[in-house]
């Protein structure tokens, strides 16, 4: 497990991810059975979503009476969440639980009751008119408060929270991010519709969350844009199928061995996320990074500043012989340069390596700008 930390440094719940393809959750159908059958080709899955309350459960049983939808049935959600919980013991995916709560409190309860081993994932997704009228899914993107009390009550228990929510149904998913990640949220799981990666890149460039790209990504190509616009990990529900999935987990090892950063951003100047910023060169000239600063509220010199600082005692320190004196301010390798180039051949440092630099510089910025 060890390696697949050095390869793509992901960390959930104090536990490795083995790879950043997941499931996502489908009501009446992902269950600890679904997971463990994928189990080979996953590094997490989010299993449900469950009903826990007494609003959220006559709901799903009025949306399986007299249809063909599927929705998980019981009497008791607790007892439920612990049989699927444990039968997961011994699989090393990182599991998360899918939840539809109407209030706080009933979160708070399960937590109680089930503890921290896994992600409480707070379903903000559902559209179906019963459960938004019991007051869960979609309700709390048009009732944002009430989705930050829920997670608030999730933090005061100290487990891992996610949100999972669909993009274009609140007013501003800028502003929803940022009011998550200051109410305690650890992750964003963002079902993107048909928007594409540039309201990804919104959401990024407005929270240091770890974010899940969800819908519609069962190619390398598309999953290789979600992660280089800013998604950690990405999810597949309706097409999580073994031979899908096990074709992602493939392709993104093999591009993380290749490359050392298996989700580095395109530089600013060609769409990339405020992650960039660990490409970009000092501002001399017109371009992007002068209204990325304005945005973000960094003054030039404290940019300057903290580039450097965020270097010191570090291989990126050097450079004697590159456009402004240090590692810090040049380009992805992708972008051919032979001052860098022959700076980095001296040193002794790998092209991978010297990506990996760079995401640890990127680490470091994101602190910087998201304090
Ligand atoms: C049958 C079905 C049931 C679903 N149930 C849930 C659910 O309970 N909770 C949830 O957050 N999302 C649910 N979803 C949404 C999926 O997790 C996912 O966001 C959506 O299908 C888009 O991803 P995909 O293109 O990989 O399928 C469901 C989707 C389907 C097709
Ligand atoms: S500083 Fe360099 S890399 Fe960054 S946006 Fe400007 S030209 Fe592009
Ligand atoms: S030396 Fe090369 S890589 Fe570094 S900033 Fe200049 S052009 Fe970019």
């Given at each position: 497990m060890m390696h697949a930390f050095e390869r793509f440094g992901l960390l959930i719940n104090d536990r490795i991810v083995r790879t950043p393809v997941g499931i996502a959750s489908m009501a009446g159908i992902v269950d600890a059975s679904y997971v463990l059958e994928r189990a080979g080709n996953i590094g997490f899955a989010f299993i449900g979503g469950y009903s826990i309350d007494a609003p959220t459960m006559a709901a799903a049983r009025s949306l399986s009476a007299g249809s063909d939808r599927k929705e998980f049935l019981y009497e008791n959600p607790v007892q439920e969440l612990k049989t699927q919980i444990a039968k997961m013991e011994e699989s090393n995916v990182i599991l998360g639980i899918n939840l539809r709560g109407s209030s706080p409190e009933s979160f708070r309860s399960l937590a109680k009751a089930i503890g921290d081993s896994v992600i409480y994932e707070i379903d903000a997704h559902c559209r179906q008119p019963a459960m938004v009228a019991a007051g869960c899914g979609e309700y709390y993107l048009k009732n944002p408060g009430g989705l930050v009390d829920a997670v608030r009550a999730l933090k005061e228990e100290g487990v891992t929270v996610s949100v999972k929510f669909r993009v274009g149904v609140t007013g501003d998913d800028r502003e929803l991010a940022v009011a998550l990640w200051k109410a305690g949220a650890d992750i964003l799981h963002v079902d993107l519709m048909d928007a594409g990666s540039a309201k990804l890149r919104q959401i990024r460039n407005s929270c240091p969350l770890m974010i899940i790209a969800n819908n519609s990504i069962t190619t390398f190509d598309r999953m290789r844009e979600m992660l280089s616009h800013g998604a950690d990990l990405v999810s597949l529900a309706r097409q999580s199928d073994e031979r899908t999935l096990a074709g992602l987990d493939a392709a993104i090892t093999r591009f993380a061995d290749e490359?050392?950063?298996?989700?580095a951003p395109k530089q600013l100047c060609r769409g990339g996320d405020i992650r960039a910023l660990t490409f970009c060169c000092m501002p001399v000239k017109e371009c992007p990074l002068i209204p990325t600063l304005a945005r973000i509220g960094m003054p030039r010199d404290d940019y300057i500043r903290m580039k450097l600082e965020s270097v010191q005692g570090t291989p990126l320190e050097q450079g004697s012989q590159t456009c402004f004196g240090s590692l810090a301010w040049c380009c992805k390798i992708s972008s051919p340069c032979m001052f860098r180039n022959m700076t980095l051949k001296q040193a002794g440092i790998s092209a991978k390596e010297y990506m990996h630099l760079k995401r640890e510089l990127s680490e470091t910025i994101m602190s910087r700008v998201f304090p």
């Open positions: 490359e050392g950063w298996y989700n």
